[in-house]
């Protein structure tokens, strides 16, 4: 995940290192012409008024300061290649070897990546709040000449962290035992990947100690109950099903009714999908929710689909409202536009990704995690 993405900003982030450097290797020269200019005239000024047995003991102390400021910024180069050194920085040296980063500054930064972020399925709203975190973390802070790239790196990276947003395993683990049962409505359009990500919660709920329950409330698909059944059947959990073509609001219904009778600890609510989003599918689902009061309701989309699965998010959310998210297909999605998307469009987080098709291949989101791992090798 992220290839291209990570090409893309490494790419940047060097031309960003090369644009700030020529900018501030511009300026040092301007202090050090600055510098000489005035030891000119002092020394024109001296002649002026001083007596000729005192000009050696003048040129040897300007030699003398001209030996500190050279000193001083191979001091600075010095300390800077020594990873974790506590630099010693005076007055004197920031000014001559630091740069102070302006507003036309982040927005060549923000220019840089934005092309790159949009080639990769990332929404323009999410590029927007980048950029606004972007410039918060960076205008009018101070940077050394040598290590401005890993500063703008760090600032790039937590500017992606601060867009997306996670639900924590252990929060996630604790809001499930915190009522009994604990019901969950999974929705997304067909071949997203619902009715495997239902068995991978399943396999993830019995690994931390609780039991699970299945709805078979998609009435709609062709072989859907069925293909519920062989999961359930491999991971020991029973599956509450009617006939095709049966309301799937009253299979939710039976489903947490018998979770109550038989003091099971969730619920999970499978649910019809349909090529696009049409009326008839948003009014079923609105009416699933209406009777099973569900704790959770979450969306299952398609990372490979791009930025089809955040406008199919957005729907959801606008019309029966969702609380997370889950993306399958993570580990073939060479692009990762939709994951750094879905989370700042819909306001709602990140439960998981889905990695692969064995139960366990579902991941935790880590919204650092990712973020770091778009900017490293």
């Known amino acids: 995940m992220f290839d291209f993405i990570k090409k893309k900003i490494k790419d940047s982030i060097n031309s960003i290192q090369k644009k700030l450097s020529k900018e501030e ?47 001083l910024k191979n001091e600075e180069k010095a300390e800077t290649k020594v990873e974790g050194k506590e630099q010693k920085s005076s007055a004197k040296k920031k000014s001559i070897l630091s740069h102070s980063i302006t507003e036309e500054d982040v927005e060549m930064i923000y220019s840089e990546i934005k092309s790159a972020l949009l080639e990769n399925n990332v929404a323009l709203s999410v590029l927007e709040g980048i950029e606004k975190e972007l410039k918060a973390r960076l205008i009018g802070q101070s940077v050394s000449v040598f290590g401005n790239k890993k500063y703008v790196e760090n600032a790039i990276k937590e500017s992606i962290a601060g867009v997306l947003i996670a639900y924590g395993k252990e929060k996630f683990i604790s809001d499930i035992k915190s009522k009994k049962p604990f019901v969950i409505l999974v ?109 959770l309701t979450i969306f299952v989309g398609d990372a490979l689909t791009g930025n089809d699965v955040v406008k199919q998010a957005e729907v959801f959310n606008k019309e029966i409202g969702i609380d997370a998210s889950i993306l399958s297909k993570a580990d073939v999605d060479k692009k990762g536009g939709a994951v750094l998307s879905i989370s700042y469009v819909t306001r709602k987080p990140i439960i998981f990704l889905g990695t692969g098709q064995g139960y366990d291949d579902l991941i935790p989101f880590n919204k650092e995690r990712t973020a770091s791992f778009i900017l490293n090798d």
């Open 25 to 71: 290797e511009k300026e040092i020269l301007e202090e050090e012409n600055k510098e000489e200019k005035i030891l000119k005239q002092d020394k024109v000024e001296l002649k002026k008024d001083i007596l000729p047995e005192d000009k050696k003991e003048i040129n040897e102390e300007i030699k003398e300061i001209k030996k500190e400021v050279s000193e």
């Open 187 to 295: 929705i997304g359009v067909n071949g997203a990947g619902k009715t495997t990500t239902i068995a991978k919660l399943c396999k993830f709920f019995l690994s931390n100690g609780l039991k699970p329950v299945i709805a078979a409330a998609d009435t709609f698909r062709a072989a859907s109950i069925e293909q519920l059944e062989i999961h359930a059947k491999r991971l020991n959990v029973q599956v509450i099903k009617h006939t095709y073509g049966a309301d799937p609001a009253a299979v939710a219904f039976d489903a947490i009714k018998h979770a109550n009778s038989a003091k099971e600890d969730v619920v999970l609510i499978d649910t019809a999908g349909r090529s696009d989003i049409n009326k008839n599918l948003i009014e079923e689902l609105k009416k699933v929710k209406k009777v099973s009061k569900p704790d």
